[in-house]
C-alpha cells in the first residue's frame, strides 16, 4: 500500500505564495493535487505524470500554480503563486498506482489546509 504525506500548507494573504509538498512511500503512475473547500466537493487542481514529468492544470489555476517531482526523493511539489482568498481549501495528494484505471485515484493523503486570508 502506497502511503501519501503532504506538507507545506498554512496561512497567507492574498497574493501571497506557498509551496506544498507530498512524499510517495512507493512507485506510482501519476500524482495529483486535489482540494476541497468547506461546503464544496472536491476538486481537481494538477497532476503529474511520475516518469515523463508532465504535468496538466484546472483552469482556475490559471498559470499560477507549477506542479513539479523528484522521482530520486520520492516527492511532489506545487508551488502556488498569487493565491486568492477562494484558494483557501484543504489540499489533498492522489496517486494512481500501477494497475489502475485513467480515473482512478487508489492512495489518498491526509491533507493540508491552506488559507489565504488578509
Known amino acids: 500500500q502506497v502511503q501519501l504525506v503532504e506538507s507545506g500548507g498554512g496561512v497567507v494573504q492574498p497574493g501571497g505564495s506557498l509551496k506544498l509538498s507530498c512524499s510517495t512511500s512507493?512507485?506510482?503512475?501519476?500524482l495529483a493535487w486535489f482540494r476541497q473547500a468547506p461546503g464544496k466537493d472536491r476538486e481537481f487542481v494538477s497532476s503529474i505524470h511520475w516518469l515523463r514529468g508532465s504535468g496538466n492544470y484546472a483552469e482556475f489555476v490559471a498559470g499560477r500554480f507549477t506542479i513539479s517531482r523528484d522521482v530520486d526523493k520520492m516527492m511532489m511539489y506545487m508551488e502556488m503563486n498569487n493565491l486568492r482568498p477562494e484558494d483557501t481549501a484543504v489540499y489533498y495528494c492522489?496517486?494512481?498506482?500501477?494497475?489502475?484505471?485513467?480515473?482512478?485515484?487508489?492512495?489518498w493523503g491526509q491533507g493540508t489546509q491552506v488559507t489565504v486570508s488578509a
Open positions: 492522489a496517486a494512481r498506482l500501477l494497475g489502475e484505471g485513467s480515473t482512478d485515484w487508489g492512495a
Open positions: 512507493g512507485r506510482v503512475v501519476r
